[in-house]
């Protein structure tokens, strides 16, 4: 995969890419990132970004020119063949856009090529998204002082769910959000911590054993802590008598477990 990411903040994407699983998917040549620095694509003297927003009001608003200029050089040094002209996604991080979440990475990572745009100041020229920019993402109900945190968490995201790019192939299978529940706990040695004592299960070598504890945890934490994923979490039947009888006696206030 190819991802190319267009900022006012190129130094910004210094540390965050260059760390352990980021940069082995990188060093094993199975994403490639180039980060573009939007000033980079003007043309007058003092490198004009951003200009006063038609209408009045406070905040500087980025300029559609070096944007859709960044957008169109990088597709014409992708795809010569075409002329540049290739449908791939091109991503706005935004507050106002569709909020991410696994699914969406998974969408992404199916692609071969994503551009993403990260937005600034008090916003971009509305052409940008009119004409240029093919999808808009947030990352969470909260404003960020620009897009440039946004496209790390999506680009770590999708790069995570590349072939070849977790460690054993099914590191990702049991993530939280994957199954559609929060992950199971873990533990590692030593066996007890302080008097605190790993749960005898894990202990067991029993895998079939181990495999069901794990699904339980999962399915318990998830209903303590984001009951409403568990609507769309796909669950066996006895699965879901398990969580309708935690739900009832959660509701009789009995015991927490
Ligand atoms: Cl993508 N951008 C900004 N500026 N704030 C955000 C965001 C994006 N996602 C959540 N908050």
């Known amino acids: 995969m190819r991802i190319d990411i267009l900022t006012l903040f190129p130094q910004m994407f210094q540390g965050p890419f260059s760390e352990s699983i980021f940069q082995r ?22 490198r004009t970004v951003d200009d006063y927003a038609y209408g009045g009001g406070a905040g500087m608003v980025i300029k559609a020119e070096p944007v859709f200029e960044a957008v169109e050089s990088i597709k014409s040094e992708a795809y010569p063949e075409q002329g540049g002209r290739k449908e ?56 960020l002082s620009g897009g440039e945190l946004a496209a790390m968490v999506l680009a770590d995201v999708v790069v995570r769910l590349l072939p070849g790019v977790l460690g054993s192939e099914d590191s990702a ?18 066996e007890v911590y302080r008097g605190w004592s790993v749960p005898e299960v894990l202990l067991s070598g029993n895998h079939a054993q181990i495999a069901r504890w794990r699904r339980q945890q999962a399915i318990l934490r998830t209903l303590e802590r984001r009951p409403e994923l568990l609507d769309k979490a796909s669950l066996g039947v006895e699965e879901r008598t398990l969580v309708g009888r935690l739900k009832k006696s959660q509701s009789t206030g009995g015991g927490d477990k």
């Open 25 to 46: 998917a990188v060093d094993r040549r199975l994403v490639a990132v180039n980060i573009h620095n939007i000033r980079d694509y003007t043309h007058d003297k003092h």
């Open 88 to 143: 791939l996604p091109v991503i706005l991080l935004t507050p106002q856009g569709r909020l991410f979440c696994q699914k969406i990475a998974e969408e992404l990572s199916g692609h071969s090529h994503l551009i993403l745009i990260c937005g600034r100041y008090e916003g971009i020229d509305e052409r940008v998204r009119e004409h240029l920019v093919t999808d808009e993402v947030s990352i969470g109900d909260y404003v």
């Open 173 to 190: 299978r049991d993530d939280s959000h994957t199954t559609g529940l929060l992950e199971y706990p873990q533990y590692t040695r030593p």
